[in-house]
């Protein structure tokens, strides 16, 4: 969404222009010279509008949907440092993560520019930590965008999808470029991507019960447009009580649409060498098409004449035979499962050390 500066005209590309019967996908570029006399549709002055903060039942109710989703993934990537790390992340919301990971390091910082979310992570922060709750977990009410660290960290976290929600190119460059300036020398960098399920429309439908008497539904209607790279997700929110609907709040979001692929190659641009990339924290594994070259590299495998055992023996990265791991299936169709589907929605991390 755009907002102009000298009549304070408002445009939305996805939704277009009803009353002047701009259709819905016009980018704005189109509309010089029309609709309005005083700015024309044209030039600098047509700002675009930042993503809405997270705020009423979405920041509510985000653990409820979010879970433990990551935790463990980067409770062991922390401990694999040499030293206890120093850790910045981006993002932070309710402080899911960092209350479980702020223990494992020397330093940890969150920052984010939800008040609302904010508010809950230092909740938990005071919990789990009681007195030394600001020592060990500190947190920053601020944009990223214009916020600069006050020291050098060793591990900088973007998880969630946090880089997708700035779907403009200049705003991906600057934020890697203060990062590289925030890491130290060979400094970590962790970036969550959410790569939606496969199609121009789709949605998503969870349920969780709260309370004894009281449900949460969340229904996303999203739609994916490959020429803007952008998904887009209408966001509902409807409170049950005793099976009687009592409220329903609605969020819009836009998320820039990015592979694996252009990550990695937007991550060396600024600096960064891509060393993993892992699909849903470890519980399934990345398709190679995804992969740049030496990424997840295998390691050497048996030689043409050589069995499991005297591979293993020789110290090669070789898996041990699996007898029975795979056992299901059945004529004609009892215990059969379901193909994993390239249209399956999906959460990539990659995993990216400061040149």
């Not at 919301?93 to 209350?99: E, F, K, P, S």
């Not at 030394?132 to 660290?149: I, P, S």
């Not at 641009?269 to 849903?280: D, L, P």
């Amino acid at each position: 969404m755009t907002r102009c500066s000298c009549c304070q005209f408002m445009y939305d590309e996805w939704y277009g222009d009803t009353r002047n019967g701009v259709p819905s996908g016009t980018p704005l570029e189109d509309l010089a010279g029309t609709l309005c006399s005083r700015c024309g549709m044209q030039g600098n002055r047509h700002e675009c509008q930042p993503s809405p903060k997270y705020a009423g039942q979405e920041a509510e109710y985000y653990d409820q949907f979010a879970g433990k989703a990551g935790i463990a993934f980067y409770r062991h990537w922390l401990e694999q440092a040499a030293e206890p790390p120093s850790v910045l992340e981006l993002g932070v919301g309710t402080g899911r993560l960092a209350v479980e990971l702020a223990a494992r390091a020397e330093r940890y910082c969150g920052v984010d520019w939800s008040p609302q979310m904010l508010k809950a992570a230092d909740t938990k922060r005071k919990r789990m930590f009681k007195e030394e709750a600001e020592q060990r977990l500190q947190l920053a009410e601020e944009d990223v965008l214009t916020f600069e660290a006050p020291a050098d960290y060793t591990h900088v976290l973007c998880p969630d999808g946090f880089l997708q929600h700035f779907t403009r190119m200049e705003e991906h460059t600057a934020l890697l470029r203060k990062i590289h300036r925030w890491l130290q020398a060979g400094g970590w960098i962790a970036v969550d991507l959410i790569l939606p399920p496969g199609g121009a429309a789709w949605q998503t439908l969870e349920r969780k019960r709260v309370q004894p008497r009281k449900l949460v539904r969340r229904q996303i209607d999203g739609s994916t447009s490959l020429s803007r790279q952008i998904f887009h997700c209408a966001i509902a929110y409807e409170t049950y009580i005793d099976g009687a609907m009592e409220s329903r709040y609605l969020a819009e979001r836009e998320y820039a649409l990015m592979t694996p692929k252009e990550a990695a190659l937007l991550l060396a641009a600024e600096g960064f060498e891509v060393t993993r990339i892992i699909q849903n924290y470890g519980w399934s594994t990345p398709w190679r098409t995804v992969l740049p070259p030496g990424v997840n590299d295998r390691g050497s495998g048996p030689d043409a004449s050589e069995t499991i055992d005297e591979a293993i023996a020789a110290g090669k990265c070789v898996q041990p035979y699996r007898e029975n791991a795979w056992q299901d299936g059945g004529y004609p169709l009892r215990g059969a499962l379901t193909a994993l589907s390239p249209a399956t929605s999906a959460t990539m991390t990659l995993i990216a050390r400061k040149k």
